[in-house]
């Protein structure tokens, strides 16, 4: 069984359009992740969500709404896609420790890679 | 988010221990130090985590000096498969609003 699985693994789409990336986790975590790597492969963070509840928010553009129908599912829909949007996109997962700090023992899915033309 | 520089490449042959260092000289008291393998076309996967002194699993080892501003992430007797590209981090995350930041990583190239 895939821990963390993202569909789809590759789209190509046209400047404008609206598309959306599923992820789901099977790993019980209650954390879940969007990054985004870029051609440069630098890996930054968009977002975070703790028991469907967004916790970190990084400065991304509104076109970014995560959603998280619950703690094992969270989708990136992006709309007026953008060259700039072409990067690969990571969902990962993590456990809250009981302290209430999230451990950097992040589970990452396989990748979506975004071609806008 | 403590600022980390690691070498951006090595090369080792086979068979070889392969060491790589982080500087991380601004670590915070409470800031652990994890490193993560990433290779080709597949997202980051966690290697290995600590606070102080040696850790060390199946995987690696991971070497602490006692004032924390800098570690060693070890690889025992790397193979072809253990090129990737490894990435230090040093931090603690609040389930509040402390972002993660990963670095350029070491290109790591095992040679026959």
């Known amino acids: 069984d895939t821990a963390v699985s993202q569909t789809p693994k590759y789209l190509v789409t046209q400047m404008g359009n609206d598309k959306s990336i599923k992820c789901e986790q099977n790993?019980?975590?209650?954390?879940m992740y969007w990054y985004k790597q870029d051609s440069k492969k630098f890996l930054k963070i968009m977002f975070s969500y703790n028991n469907k509840e967004l916790i970190i928010n990084e400065t991304v553009p509104n076109r970014f709404s995560p959603k998280s129908p619950d703690k094992a599912h969270l989708n990136l829909h992006i709309n007026s896609l953008e060259l700039g949007d072409s990067a690969v996109y990571f969902c990962?997962?993590?456990?809250?420790?009981?302290?209430?700090?999230?451990?950097?023992?992040?589970?990452f899915g396989p990748g979506t890679r975004l071609t806008v033309t | 988010l403590a600022k980390t520089t690691q070498p951006i490449s090595m090369d080792s042959y086979e068979g070889q221990e392969v060491n790589i260092t982080c500087s991380h000289n601004n670590i915070a008291t409470n800031d652990y130090i994890t490193w993560y393998q990433q290779f080709p076309s597949q997202g980051p996967r966690f290697i290995i985590q600590g606070y102080k002194t040696k850790v060390t699993n199946e995987v690696a080892s991971l070497f602490i000096p006692a004032d924390r501003k800098s570690s060693t992430l070890s690889l025992p007797r790397v193979s072809l498969s253990d090129t990737a590209v490894y990435y230090c981090?040093?931090?603690?995350?609040?389930?509040?609003?402390?972002?993660?930041?990963f670095g350029k990583g070491t290109r790591l190239s095992v040679i026959a």
């Open positions: 790993l019980g975590h209650d954390t």
């Open positions: 981090l040093v931090g603690r995350i609040y389930s509040g609003n402390t972002p993660l930041v």
């Open positions: 990962a997962s993590s456990q809250v420790r009981s302290g209430g700090d999230t451990p950097y023992e992040q589970y």
